[in-house]
């Protein structure tokens, strides 16, 4: 693995910001990125550049590549796979919001 580890997340609050109007990326406490926070959509954007590395951690960068050098999009091949019952992991259950503090 030539990539920092999983779970990457988005930083909002981090003092880690390289400058002003970024937001960081993370894996662990090291930044792995930043993105515009300038930008209409930059928090949208870093949270999801996060979830695609963060869902993708069990496949391969070398076939994630070439997927996309192909032409094609994850979806189908995800979807071919959950028919043949070979889900990389099952999904965690959410957690329940309580109104507690």
């Known amino acids: 693995m ?3 580890p999983e779970p990457w997340r988005v930083a909002l609050d981090s ?16 930044n792995v990125g930043w993105i515009n926070a300038k ?7 870093a949270k ?5 590395v963060n ?15 192909d032409g094609h999009v994850l979806t189908p091949f995800l979807q071919e ?5 070979d ?3 099952e999904l965690p259950a ?3 919001e309580s109104d507690e503090p």
């Not at 796979?81 to 019952?85: D, E, L, M, N, Q």
């Open 87 to 89: 889900q990389p992991y």
């Open 15 to 30: 003092p880690c910001r390289y400058t002003e109007g970024t937001i960081p990326i993370l894996a662990e406490d090291t």
């Open 94 to 96: 959410r957690e329940e």
């Open 48 to 52: 999801r550049a996060v979830t695609c």
């Open 2 to 4: 030539n990539y920092s």
């Open 39 to 45: 930008e209409d959509r930059g928090e949208e954007n």
């Open 81 to 85: 796979a959950f028919k043949a019952g």
């Open 55 to 69: 869902a993708c951690r069990k496949i391969s960068t070398e076939y994630l590549e070439r997927i996309v050098s």
